[in-house]
């Protein structure tokens, strides 16, 4: 079991970067996948990003692909998500979740991961 923590979020204008991260309590936190997910108020979390238990394979949404980059530090337990050139449409609540074992690489895409963070707050001015 993992109990993901998000930090990082807060206010920035349009073009600039903010970078998160996500700490996870447990020791088997190398044994997960992790992903990064938002949510706006009225609409479904949306899959934002995911990487896989040793950071071999990464994933994006076509919409932040290019500007966006996941990694991780196991040996931290911790997963960065780093934004670069943010756009308004960026602005979210962003979790942070884990999930052991996705049995195919369109697991990592859905909303099917078993722990999840409180979510911290993006927000880009325009």
């Known amino acids: 079991q993992v109990r993901p923590v998000e930090s990082g979020g807060g206010l920035v204008q349009a073009g600039g970067s903010l970078r998160l991260s996500c700490t996870a309590s447990?020791?088997?936190?190398?044994?997960?996948?992790m992903g990064w997910f938002r949510q706006v108020p009225g609409k479904e979390r949306e899959f934002v990003a995911a990487i896989t238990w040793n950071g071999g394979n990464t994933y994006y949404a076509n919409s932040v692909k290019g500007r966006f980059t996941i990694s991780r530090d196991n040996a931290q337990n911790t997963v960065s998500l780093q934004m670069n050139s943010l756009k308004p449409e960026d602005t979210a609540v962003y979790y942070c979740?884990?999930?052991?074992?996705?049995?195919?690489?369109?697991?990592?895409?859905?909303?099917?991961?078993?722990?999840w963070g409180q979510g911290t707050q993006v927000t880009v001015s325009s």
């Open positions: 979740a884990a999930r052991p074992n996705p049995p195919s690489f369109r697991s990592y895409y859905t909303p099917d991961y078993d722990y």
């Open positions: 447990g020791r088997t936190f190398s044994s997960y996948a």
